[in-house]
Structure formats: structure tokens, C-alpha cells
């Protein structure tokens, strides 16, 4: 018998280093490495009880799909998971989700209770050195403490002069809407409002939006970028540093679109190092948030330039877009129905006798309608609908039979708690009476109202946001008629989380016509 013998050594391996079998040890030791730890989260993790789909408690890859492929959907498929697991599930392997509004407070606890960020969670707003990045309660209080006075309600009021004189201008500027015949777009007229007072309030002098012809919305264009690379900054942390390496000229350059943003952005930092610098003189003297950051009694490590660029960034998005979104969402719902509108304007004419009347915020909080309209807006304005883990550092809690150890982050969104049917029946609907109707039951709906969110890290400009509130939407229902337009419940209907809640397609639009300006 013929043997042959075959030359099989073309069909070896290219020597790379390893020998084949060091290939296979190394492949199996990564796999045995996955296997154990899946073996580990699924079986005997601290969570392992917890109700929840078995690929959210084994990897992040779930999430990762549904916020970073499919763009900010992964908040929606909690909901669907609550749909099949109950009220509390499992949404990664460190991570629980409550939709129980009762549990809420306990999540968000006052400052007597120490509530942690989740550290990788703080990525999401690209903002490191800033107080909402914040990872530790201590670390958080001595920030927060800085502003606090800065913000409280009697600060505020002291401003009110130069909040009302915003205010007034964006009413003259509807009235050149009215007399040209032409659209506005609500968004961005009181997005221009609105950013003019935080850049007043931030730097000690606005920047002209409310002048712009078409209510130049930079701030905005700002926003919608950092929203939408939030995701991919929670995954991808050293995104952060790879764009802020990037010089602004180059980035102009690459982005020819952004360029006015990147020109806007260069001015603010120039102003704010002349004012730190005491180069310039503003409006406001020492109150505005540059100054009070860079005092030399403070110390060095917390007023680094990076700290206070992210600090003052921070306030810009966070002073412009989510009060803008309440502004804008009154409008929306007010003007589409008639009985609302002509029940608030009556109310308005108590401290407005003409269309041209001043007041001030004490007197319009005495309105009660007023107050359930705002509530509503509130409600209904999709802001920061991001579900914010907290981490209960030395504390175990316990939620019905399931017991949460310490150091495990656990979260909830507005967004569920402001669509809870048990709590606001038909919740899609804008229905001021409800607040009307609780006040006199003694119903605490108001317990569950939580735009700013609750507990030590509530909203720090609560009080601004409320006082632009109560004068614009007082001023421009006593003043104006306007039709909604170009603008349909789809087009404003949140599908996506990206920080803030954005509709299907682009981002928050609603347009009106100026139809009357009042005379009586």
C-alpha cells in the first residue's frame, strides 16, 4: 500500500508570538471569565432577586442598544419592563428602577439622609467638574452651599427688575409678530428669554437674543448638541476629554454648521475672564454666578477655570432649555382651549386691569388658577425626564419584600411619575382644575409634582425658573391672542430621552400666529 505523505505546513498559523494552544488557553479563560461573572450577577449578586429581564442583570449591552444605537429609547423599555416584571425591576447588573411614586422620596431624600451619585452615571453630562456631577453628598453640599444664597427667592426678587425688562422686551417683539403678520416660533422666542436671564444671572450681562430678528438660539443649538452625545459620553467617558482637547477654530472648521455656536461660546469665556479679572463692569455688580465662584476665600482646587466653565455651562443649558419648555408647552395647551384661557385671563385681570399693567411675583403666587397652570406645564414640559440614579452609601432600604444594600444606585424619571393615571387621571391632558379640585380635598398632588426633582439635590434655580414663570405667562395671556399652528400633538409627543425628552424626529418646535394684541 502506497503512502502518502502531505506537506501540510502552508496551512500553519502565521507566527504571531503565541503558539496555537496559548490562542485557545487565552480564548477560553476570556470566556470562562464572561461565563462566571453572567454565573455570578444572574445567581448570587446582591440583586440576583430582583425582578427583571436576565440580559439587563448579565451586561449593559442592553442598555447600551437602545441609548447609544437606537438614541435615547432605553427609558422606554424600562417602561415596558415594569409592564411585565412590576414596579421594580433590575435595568443593568449594578442598577434598580422604581416606578412606585410612594418610593420617590425615599430615593431622593432630604440632605438629613446622604444620597451618592452613581460615579459612572455622571459622565452623561459631560460636564466633570460641574455640581451636577457631583458624585459625593458631602462634596455636593459644600458646592451647592456656595449658590445657595445666590438663589434663594429673596435673591431672586432683588433681580426681578432686570428679569421684568426681558420679559418686556420678547412682549414688544410679539407685537412686531402681530404687526408684520409673520410666524413665531414660541421655542425660540422664549428660549431667547429665557437665555438672556441666565446669561445675565451667570455673567453680569445678556447677550442680545431676545434682539435677534429670528431669536438667535445658540444656548439651544448648545443643548441639543451635549444632548446628544450624552449616551455615548456615559459609555465612551473619554469622549469628554478627546472634544475639549480640540481647539475651537479647528472644531469650527470641521463643523461649519456650529460655527456661530463656537463664536458665541468664545465670547461668553472672554467676558468671563475679564470679570473674574475685574477688567469689566456688569449690570449687576458682584451677583452674578462668575464673581461668587471666583472668590479667593474659596478654595483654590473648587475655582479652577475648567470647574468654572462646566459650573457656568451647566446653568446656560440647564436656565435655558427647561424653562423654556414650560413657557412654551402653557402656550401650547392654553391657546388650543378656550374656556382655560378665558378662565386664567379673568383671574390675571384682578392684578392686570389694562394689557399693559405691571405686578410682581408675590401677587401673581396668590392667583390659584394661575398657580394650576403653571403646575400643569410643569407637568406636562418633558424637561429633565432622565432617570438621575441615586446611592444610598451606608443605609439598607427596602422596598415591599426586596431588600436594597447599600451602595446600589437606583433611579426613577418624571416621566413616569407625572403620567401616573393613579395620581393625575388622564394624564396626557392639560387640566389645571385637577390642582383646583386637590387644594380643596386636600388631595397631595403636589407631592408628586416634581419637575425640579426632590430631596438634597433639588433644582437649585427653582426660584428664577418660577419667577420668569409667573411675568411671562401672566404678561403675554393678558396681552395677546395666539393660534397654534404648524404644530401637531405628534410633532411634541416624546419618544426619545436625551437628558430632556425630544419628539420622533429634530427637536421641540411649536409654532403660533400673533392673532390680537389686547386692548382692554
Not at 433681580?159 to 404687526?179: D, F, G, T
Request: hydrophobic letters at 40%.
Amino acid at each position: 500500500m502506497t503512502v502518502f505523505n502531505m506537506d501540510t505546513s502552508y496551512l500553519a498559523l502565521p507566527n504571531m508570538g503565541l503558539d496555537l494552544p496559548l490562542y485557545g488557553i487565552v480564548l477560553v479563560a476570556i470566556t470562562s471569565a464572561f461565563a462566571i461573572q453572567a454565573f455570578y450577577r444572574l445567581y448570587f449578586h446582591p440583586l440576583a432577586k430582583i425582578p427583571g429581564p436576565k440580559l439587563t442583570a448579565v451586561t449593559s449591552l442592553y442598555e447600551f442598544y437602545y441609548d447609544v444605537i437606537c438614541g435615547g429609547r432605553f427609558l422606554f423599555q424600562i417602561e415596558k419592563m415594569h409592564e411585565q416584571y412590576g414596579p421594580i425591576v433590575r435595568i443593568n447588573p449594578r442598577e434598580i428602577h422604581i416606578i412606585d411614586p410612594s418610593f420617590y422620596h425615599e430615593i431622593y431624600a432630604p440632605s438629613t439622609r446622604k444620597r451618592d451619585k452613581e460615579p459612572s452615571f455622571v459622565n452623561t453630562y459631560g460636564v466633570p467638574y460641574a455640581m451636577v456631577s457631583t458624585v459625593k453628598h458631602d462634596h455636593h453640599r459644600y458646592r451647592r452651599g456656595l449658590l445657595t444664597d445666590f438663589f434663594s427667592k429673596r435673591s431672586v426678587l432683588s433681580l426681578s427688575p432686570v428679569i421684568e425688562a426681558r420679559v418686556e422686551r420678547l412682549m414688544e417683539r410679539l407685537e412686531e409678530y402681530h404687526e408684520n403678520g409673520r410666524v413665531v416660533n414660541i421655542c425660540n422666542a422664549f428660549g431667547a428669554l429665557t437665555s438672556d436671564i441666565i446669561t445675565h444671572y451667570c455673567y453680569g450681562k445678556h447677550w442680545g437674543f431676545l434682539e435677534d430678528e429670528e431669536f438667535r438660539s445658540d444656548i439651544r443649538t448648545a443643548t441639543n448638541d451635549f444632548t446628544a452625545f450624552s449616551h455615548a459620553n456615559r459609555f465612551f467617558p473619554f469622549l469628554t476629554p478627546l472634544l475639549r482637547s480640540v481647539p475651537t477654530k479647528i472644531m469650527a472648521l470641521l463643523m461649519p454648521g456650529k460655527a456661530t455656536l463656537f463664536e458665541f461660546e468664545r465670547s461668553i469665556f472672554q467676558h468671563f475672564s475679564a470679570v473674574i479679572q475685574g477688567k469689566v463692569f456688569t449690570l449687576t455688580g458682584d451677583h452674578n454666578i462668575v464673581k461668587r465662584l471666583h472668590n479667593p476665600e474659596i478654595p483654590a482646587e473648587e475655582r479652577t477655570l475648567s470647574r468654572l466653565q462646566d459650573e457656568g455651562f451647566t446653568f446656560l443649558v440647564a436656565g435655558t432649555e427647561t424653562t423654556m419648555r414650560a413657557l412654551s408647552f402653557a402656550a401650547y395647551y392654553i391657546y388650543q382651549d378656550r374656556a382655560i384661557l378665558e378662565k386664567l385671563r379673568s383671574e390675571l385681570r384682578e392684578v392686570l386691569p389694562t394689557p399693559n399693567s405691571k405686578t410682581t411675583w408675590p401677587t401673581l403666587e396668590k392667583l390659584p388658577y394661575l398657580n394650576a397652570v403653571i403646575n400643569e406645564a410643569l407637568r406636562l414640559s418633558n424637561a429633565a425626564i432622565i432617570r438621575l440614579p441615586r446611592v444610598a452609601p451606608h443605609e439598607t432600604l427596602q422596598y415591599k419584600e426586596h431588600v436594597i444594600p447599600p451602595g446600589t444606585p437606583m433611579s426613577t424619571s418624571i416621566y413616569f411619575v407625572h403620567r401616573n393615571p393613579a395620581i393625575y387621571p388622564d394624564p396626557q391632558k392639560f387640566d389645571p382644575d385637577r390642582w383646583i379640585k386637590a387644594a380643596e380635598t386636600g388631595d397631595p398632588l403636589h407631592r408628586y409634582l416634581v419637575p425640579f426633582t426632590k430631596g438634597s439635590r433639588i433644582c437649585i434655580g427653582m426660584n428664577l425658573a418660577f419667577l420668569e414663570m409667573y411675568l411671562a405667562i401672566a404678561y403675554y395671556i393678558r396681552r395677546f391672542n395666539l393660534e397654534i399652528c404648524d404644530t401637531d400633538p405628534e410633532s411634541i409627543r416624546v419618544t426619545r430621552e436625551r437628558v430632556v425628552g425630544f419628539p420622533e424626529h429634530g427637536g421641540l418646535q411649536i409654532k403660533a400666529r400673533v392673532t390680537a394684541v389686547l386692548e382692554d
